[in-house]
């Protein structure tokens, strides 16, 4: 949510043909997981007994949706807030964190060094008494350990990975709409050369479709014009594991990738919108925004407040730049 307006996205072919005369050409681009890993970011969840310290009572929600917008008027104070005992995770300042932040062992056909995973899950997404049967968010932020408040230049290119284990579609909270997002807090450049914080990352959709068929898309925020928009045309109900990336180029633009399973991501996994009269490759400076730096990387969870959300869990998060 962070403005969360893609519950039910519609994206026309003429504005599909518009982005795709201004979207940065992908061939040039690297896929993500090029270049050296940065070990002070991201986590593997492999530290025996890896815990995180919820300091509940939780931060409510300073959002709500009451029929007219989003607006800001809950207060902003809980500390001390949600932390993991690595200090790689946080919960972050305007959302809480999701109520079930737990090391598990991984599920089958994971990554084959990788013994444990983490299980990520929320229901009390708002605010007590005043959010409950609306839909909510809650984030959990990766900050790079020992220098959360130095941002990471872009220099000739970031990207960063995952793996998400997605269950079985009929276990998904049966809500049409966005459930996870893969994200990143960033600073970009506007066309006006002022730095400007915004928040793009991949969302995972789920809907049913007339005869109650259960699917997933991706969708990305944003597209130049700042409008969330479908990376693809495909649905997709294959579930387990998948590993989803964005690589930060060198241009300023973003481009987003997803792939089943667990292998490295190639250029051939890169998002492509085919519209039958061309396709639209998934890269672009969202808000019409040139990315400079990442501040963090962060998972969000979406949910009707009050109820569960779909049960995820996450594994090897990294960062890499190109050398």
């Known amino acids: 949510m962070t403005n969360h307006k893609n519950a039910r996205l519609r994206l026309s072919l003429a504005s599909l043909l518009a982005v795709l005369a201004i979207s940065a050409p992908a061939a040039a681009n690297l896929p993500p997981g090029t270049g050296v890993r940065l070990d002070d970011y991201g986590d593997t969840f492999e530290e025996p007994g890896w815990t995180y310290n919820y300091n509940s009572p939780k931060l409510q929600n300073q959002y709500h949706n009451p029929g007219s917008g989003w607006v800001n008027n809950i207060p902003n104070r809980n500390n001390p807030l949600g932390v993991s005992a690595n200090g790689r995770w946080r919960e972050g300042t305007v959302r809480g964190h999701p109520d079930i932040v737990s090391q598990i062992r991984r599920p089958r056909n994971g990554l084959r060094n990788s013994r444990y995973a983490l299980q990520l899950q929320t229901r009390n997404s708002g605010a007590v008494g005043l959010t409950e049967g609306t839909l909510q968010q809650d984030d959990l932020l990766n900050y790079g350990t020992g220098n959360s408040s130095v941002n990471r230049p872009l220099g000739k290119g970031l990207s960063v990975t995952t793996r998400i284990y997605l269950p079985k579609l009929k276990e998904w909270e049966q809500r049409d709409g966005s459930h996870i997002g893969f994200r990143v807090g960033a600073t970009g450049r506007n066309a006006k050369g002022k730095s400007v914080d915004y928040w793009p990352g991949i969302w995972i959709s789920f809907h049913q479709d007339s005869k109650g068929k259960p699917s997933f898309r991706f969708s990305i925020r944003a597209n130049n014009a700042g409008e969330d928009t479908w990376a693809t045309e495909k649905t997709y109900t294959r579930v387990g594991w998948w590993t989803l990336g964005m690589s930060f180029n ?73 050398q």
């Open 250 to 322: 060198a241009d300023g633009s973003i481009s987003y990738y997803a792939s089943p399973g667990v292998d490295d991501l190639t250029p051939e996994d890169l998002l492509v919108f085919d519209t039958g009269s061309g396709t639209v490759p998934a890269t672009y400076k969202p808000y019409g925004l040139e990315f400079i730096d990442l501040d963090y990387i962060f998972f969000s969870l979406a949910n009707i407040d009050g109820q569960w959300s779909t049960k995820f869990i996450i594994d090897d998060l990294s960062l890499y730049a190109v």
